[in-house]
């Protein structure tokens, strides 16, 4: 399939088409402080999101109080960015944090960008506190300095992202902060549950299970009371492959899931306990899909979509409700501004722009449009893991574009691990038949441009890309993907077809400009819509 003409002409034609925000920021003060409780590679096993085999009683309870998201997405399938979006409400190839921050790689955030810390502390004149509690794992530190600080820059990731102990004891610290000097918060914390651990420390279980348990050797986490579940009563996803192995990691998954629920208990006991429950807005979420495959790294469905609860506390704010609004991690970064009342929407802007605060909606639905859509942009996981992806995904079409399709998609160290992707790995390798609905040769390669009608084919199995039935819709939303990379600012626009000159004589209107991959393909055809330089 030939790439849609719009990805050759100069690129700032294509901004254009402009719409007035439909809803407006609301101001209410008895929202006075935010909580932001994260997990790490969490999906929706929970009760609120209807798995009737994970218990969850905290985050049910806290769905009950507030509004369970069923539209949400992350921007981006990866821990750092991911978190990195979030705290700066810019898409990962626009804020700089390409990939993991970690190691001798490092990514980081560019030296301008700003995240709500810093933000918060400049615009209130120092008078919000902000905190972190948990995993961090972004930086640089001078573009993410929170006030208060206990994450794995100071303690083991284990000891400050999984036991809820230590994590009650510094939000009990903080909070007592805030109370002392009568400063509305900003607070992050950060649980290292449900995420895999099996490939640093398997002694530990998969997913770190074990750890705190009270079993011989894996010592005690005071406030967890580990919940076991017996593997041979779970039922497996659909996108998953229906084995006993599968099942046996769902169940350690629970397990760990479980711990990050009563993390989840003991903060917000804490809070209560400050007298803060009554004026804080309480917002859950993870920053990406589960670590199986199909999941955390890819753009497919359990790799983007989120779980997200918001509980206000203000008296007209919905409760025990469902909203269908597709919103976008990204969107977090604008609530919490609103929250503290330094958010103004922009009247003209974009039809395609992917950020906004999520605050009107927890007071009315907005009327769903079928032009709905959100953004995403995948770079690197770990450093090898070179494999750019962008997204566009309305309310029933998602369109995938694949800029290293060339490349095989490649596995992170966890997951390659994992009991499920080397089985997976095994029976490939020994030619036995495997119950999973794709193979693995169709999951490492990948074409250019994938289009999925997701109401019809929610497990994303038919690409639609080539039917003429679905042109009008692949040319629509490329050119609506397309739009969103250069309003965004992406190095990679012009990719993989063109390289992309914004300098010297391009300076004020940037081109994408010829590679020859066309012509050497014997594509003659489509090597004129390029501009020669």
Sequence with gaps: MSLPNQRFITIFALIGCSYPLSTTSLRNDEIQNVLILLADDAGFESGAYLNKFCQTPNLDTLAQRGLIFNNAFTSVSSCSPSRAQLLTGQASHSNGMYGLHQGVHNFNVLPSVASLPNVLREKSQGRILSGIIGKKHVGAAKNFQFD???????????????????????????????????????????????HRCGHITPQYGE??????????????????????????????????????????????????TSRLDQGVGVVLKELAAHGYDSNTLVIYTSDNGPPFPGGRTNLYERGVREPLIISAPTAKARRHETTAAMSSLLDIYNTVLDAFHYYTPTDNA?????????????????????????????????????????????????LIHNLNFWSYFPIDQDLYTSPTFQQILNATINKQPFPWYKSLRDYYERP?????????????????????????VYEELSARLLRWQVKTGDPWRCAPHAVLEAQGVYRDSPVCLTLGHDAIRNRLEQYEKYELM
Excluded at 464 to 470: E, N, R
């Design 148 to 194: 208060f600080e206990q994450t794995e820059e100071q303690h083991s990731i284990n000891q400050i992202g999984r036991n809820i102990t230590n994590i009650r004891r510094y939000a009990r610290e903080f909070l007592a902060q805030a109370k002392k000097e009568a400063r509305p918060f900003f607070l992050l914390i950060g649980f290292h549950d449900p």
């Design 207 to 256: 997913f770190c299970e074990r750890w705190g348990s009270g079993e011989e050797g894996m010592g005690v986490i005071p406030d967890w009371k580990p919940i076991y579940y017996d593997w041979r009563n779970l039922e497996v996803p659909a996108h998953l492959p229906d084995t006993d192995v599968v099942r046996q990691e769902l169940a350690a998954q629970y397990m760990t």
């Design 350 to 398: 974009s039809q395609d722009d992917s950020t906004r605060s999520l605050l009107p909606i927890l007071y009315e639905e907005p009327q769903p449009m079928e032009r709905d859509a959100i953004f995403g942009s995948q770079n690197f996981h770990e450093i090898t893991m070179n494999y750019p992806m962008r997204m566009v995904r309305t309310r029933r079409f998602k």
């Design 448 to 472: 250019e441009w994938e289009l999925y009608d997701i109401k019809a084919d929610p497990l994303e199995r038919n690409n639609l890309v080539g039917i003429s039935k679905y042109q009008s």
